[in-house]
Structure formats: structure tokens, C-alpha cells
């Protein structure tokens, strides 16, 4: 596999497979010095035409603890500021030698056409309303550390499906795992063609939640929306919100997740974070595992065929970094 554009090209074989190179990453996390070789000469940049705290700092970490260099595009400060086409500036970066090109862009399919003008594997951080397919990712290894396996699990996700390629990406790959999920929202914050999706529909959040194993909260996403999808931002809250009433009645052994920016006192309220069942960290921390996995997959000598060498490079004490020419 040469790019990671959607959830949709993985098989639930290859999903299932990444997941499993994802605990000898997460280990690297432990060490003292948190580093090996994997990716090293290699070249990592991250282009982001959307704003990001955790995807994108989540690649860089991922990329230096695999010892790959990274460049950082701060697209706010460079020539797109004047004008220059995404074509443009993908070739200006592919002709500095990069190996892999992380990608948010606000237009759903850009990281699609940025595959066309670059001979440098292209993994999407979030195409507009589309996909996200790390996030997704970084999900279900979050959901198989409470659960041990998906299957048969039952995912609410509550909010603003409409505009969420949160929701999209999750959905495609809960339910190849197995799990069943329910999509709760008003009418106007779902899209229209959730006939075609594997989900069940409720607007009826009480309900939804009686039989959740885990509870998935998706942020009110105004930046996307151009007319007023929700007349009254306090009822959507009592509606769809998870006030502390509702997480109360929630068994403390269900997790609640959220991709983050979170909105307090929008779709969760204030305090509801605080909650140990609250996995919104073990998100943020597993992201930097499963992006090593998927650098490893897309640029690691032999790519997803060398899976079975995967443990021997982490663990190989030979192949490690030397701690002393390090510290020099
Ligand atoms: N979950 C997520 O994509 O967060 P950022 O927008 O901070 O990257």
C-alpha cells in the first residue's frame, strides 16, 4: 500500500493487522528514550490547509519516534498566502525529496488529487466533511483497549454527523470490525444518504444510550455549517448534549470518547471530561502509536509485507537507537 486516503481501502484484514503492529509502537512510547530507527533518511512533511493540534502534532512525534526528518508547511505563513495553487505547492515540496506528504485540506478528494502530482506516498488528516482515516484508527485501538474486540459492541456516536468525517470514517470501520452502531442527531445535522449507511437512526438520545457499550460525542462543527441547523444551541444541548445527568445514568464501564476540539457545554458538559470513563487522553496518546503504524506500513522496507519483521525492528535491541551517541 503507497497512500492511506480512506477507511474504505483498508479490508478488514488489513485494519485488523494494523492494529495489531499498534501496541510494539505504543512500547517505543515507554523507553527512556522514546526512538527507533524504523524510518530513519526518510522525510516526512505535514501540509495542513485546515488548523490541527492533534493530528498534526501526533504525525510529527509519530515520524521523529520513528527517526524520520520532518517539515512542517505552516501553510498561514507560506506562499499559498500569495496565491499558490495546492498543485504548486505539492511540487515545490515533492522536489525537496519528501518520502510522505500528511494532508488536511478543507475539500473533500484533495489528498486524491495531491496522489497525482507527487510520487510521495499521501495519507489524508482530514479531507472537508469526508474522511479521516487515522482518526478511525486511532478509535478502534482506543475501543479494543476497553473492549479486547468490537464485535457485537454497540457505539453510539451523538452530534453533528452531518458535517463530521469523524463519523464517516468511524462508522466504515466499526462496523468492519464487527460493532454495531447508532447515529443520534437531529434531522438537520444528518446527511442525506445515511439510508446507504450501516447505522441505525434514532433522534432519541435516552433511548440510544440504554444499551451503549461506548458513547462517541462529535463536536458541533459551526465553522461548516452555513444556515442555522439547530434553532437554540441550549436546547440542542438538552437534547443531544452529555449533560451530567445522562452520564450518570451511564454504567461507569462505558467509555466516552471525542475526537476533540471538544465544545464544553455544547455537546458534553463542562465537567463530564473529568470522568474516569472519559478516554478523550488514551485517544490523543494511542494517535501517535497508530501513526507510527501506518508511517511504518506506507514507508518501512517492505511495507505492509514486512509486518512480520515489524516486532524484530522495535524490539531488536541492535536495531535501537545508541542511547550514548545520543545523549553525546
Ligand atoms: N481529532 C482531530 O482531528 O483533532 P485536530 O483537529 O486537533 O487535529
Not at 493530528?55 to 499558490?84: C, H, I, P, Y
Not at 434553532?231 to 466516552?256: F, H, K, N, W
Request: glycine residues 6%; negative net charge; charged residues 20%.
Amino acid at each position: 500500500m503507497k497512500h492511506l486516503l480512506s477507511i474504505d481501502e483498508l479490508s478488514a484484514d488489513e485494519l485488523r493487522e494494523l492494529l495489531r503492529m499498534t501496541p510494539s509502537f505504543a512500547e517505543v512510547a515507554s523507553r527512556r528514550i522514546a526512538k527507533v530507527p524504523a524510518l530513519r533518511g526518510l522525510t516526512v512533511a505535514t501540509l495542513f490547509y485546515e488548523d490541527s493540534t492533534r493530528t498534526r502534532l501526533s504525525f510529527e512525534v509519530a515520524a521523529k519516534r520513528l527517526s524520520a526528518d520532518t517539515l512542517n508547511v505552516a501553510v498561514k505563513s507560506s506562499s499559498v498566502n500569495k496565491g499558490e495553487s495546492l498543485r504548486d505547492t505539492a511540487e515545490t515540496i515533492e522536489a525537496m525529496g519528501i518520502d510522505a506528504v500528511v494532508m488536511r485540506h478543507a475539500s473533500s478528494g484533495a489528498p486524491w488529487q495531491l496522489t497525482k502530482w507527487v510520487g510521495a506516498s499521501v495519507i489524508n488528516a482530514g479531507d472537508g466533511w469526508h474522511q479521516h482515516p487515522t482518526q478511525a484508527l486511532l478509535d478502534c485501538f482506543t475501543l479494543q483497549q476497553q473492549f479486547g474486540d468490537l464485535d457485537s459492541r454497540h457505539i453510539v456516536m451523538v452530534g453533528d454527523i452531518k458535517h463530521s468525517r469523524v463519523a464517516r470514517s468511524d462508522v466504515e470501520a466499526f462496523t468492519k470490525l464487527g460493532a454495531t452502531v447508532t447515529l443520534v442527531a437531529p434531522p438537520t445535522l444528518l446527511p442525506p444518504a445515511t439510508n446507504t449507511w450501516p447505522v441505525t437512526i434514532s433522534h432519541d438520545l435516552d433511548a440510544a444510550l440504554i444499551d451503549a457499550d461506548a458513547v462517541y460525542l462529535l463536536r458541533m462543527q459551526r465553522e461548516r455549517q452555513r444556515e442555522a441547523l439547530v434553532p437554540d444551541m441550549r436546547e440542542y444541548t438538552a437534547l443531544y448534549g452529555l449533560t451530567a445527568q445522562r452520564a450518570s445514568r451511564l454504567s461507569t464501564s462505558v467509555p466516552i470518547m471525542h475526537p476533540g476540539p471538544m465544545n464544553r457545554g455544547v455537546e458534553i458538559a463542562a465537567d463530564v471530561p473529568d470522568l474516569d470513563q472519559v478516554v478523550v487522553v488514551d485517544q490523543v496518546r494511542n494517535g501517535v502509536a497508530i501513526r507510527m503504524a501506518v508511517l511504518f506500513m506506507l514507508l518501512g522496507s517492505g511495507g505492509s509485507a514486512a509486518l512480520p519483521v515489524l516486532e524484530a525492528v522495535v524490539d531488536d535491541p541492535d536495531q535501537q537507537v545508541d542511547e550514548s551517541a545520543v545523549a553525546v
